[in-house]
């Protein structure tokens, strides 16, 4: 096994991201699907994303990153933190 800290892929991101949606929403969710134009989450809920991202892959979300359009689905969020891991944030 790898260590899940430093070294996350792609599909390690999303699994864990989409984990915790379904844990919250009690839905399954495909990574491209929209969260908020679902109904199944309010906007509300895009905090407690922030929070879920920033805690678990030890990333800072601030100014632009904080769009909605970044939390909107499983697979923004991924790219999202992706680009904040590499270092590539707010360039």
Excluded: C
Aim: no cysteine; hydrophobic share 45%; proline share 1%.
């Amino acid at each position: 096994m790898t260590d899940s800290t430093t070294e996350l892929t792609v599909a390690a991101i999303e699994q864990r991201i989409g984990k915790f949606l379904e844990t919250k929403t009690k839905m399954t969710w495909e990574p491209e699907a929209d969260l908020f134009a679902s109904g199944a989450v309010s906007s509300l809920f895009a905090m407690e994303l922030v929070v879920f991202v920033e805690s678990t892959f030890g990333v800072e979300v601030g100014g632009s990153d904080l769009a909605m359009d970044n939390f909107r689905t499983v697979r923004s969020m991924t790219s999202l933190v992706t680009r904040l891991r590499s270092g590539d944030g707010g360039a």
